[in-house]
């Protein structure tokens, strides 16, 4: 079986996305933590819109930049998996940007679109079929 024949597992994928949720995770505290001392010190509101924009935009270019430059995040690249494009080429910033607003909704829609590698027989999310992506197993 070839590399692009065999995805990889939900529990294997959903590894990688915790993986790389605990780097988000610490990377929107850095990014808080710069904008502090432009706040006098004070914390943020919750619903804040401007703190919430900047934040989305923060992982957008966090997933982005990975997804764009080697189809790695640290997550995938720990795993042995990689996001490349639908010919099985790199990921361009269009599709990144369906990606990640599409993985929003598959996660806001109470995980479903996540769920969805166990039906699809290919083993896509939504925010796979959505930007014409896959997981595949990195070449050795």
């Known amino acids: 079986m070839s590399n692009q024949q065999k995805m990889p597992s939900m529990l294997r994928r959903l590894a990688v996305m915790t993986y790389d949720f605990l780097l988000l995770i610490a990377l929107l505290f850095l990014a808080t ?13 919750p619903n804040t819109f401007l703190y919430s924009a900047y934040l989305v935009g923060i992982s ?10 080697g189809g790695q995040t640290l997550g995938l690249s720990t795993w042995k998996l990689r996001l490349v494009s639908g010919d099985g080429g790199p990921v361009s910033w269009k599709q990144a940007s369906i990606r990640f607003i599409t993985a929003i909704f598959s996660w806001g829609f109470f995980g479903l679109g996540i769920v969805w590698i166990l039906i699809n027989n290919k083993r896509r999310s939504w925010h796979d079929l959505s930007s014409n992506t896959f997981i595949e197993w990195q070449a050795p």
């Open 33 to 45: 933590a710069i904008l502090l001392p432009f706040h006098q010190g004070q914390s943020f509101q």
């Open 60 to 69: 957008f270019i966090f997933y982005g930049w990975f997804w764009t430059h």
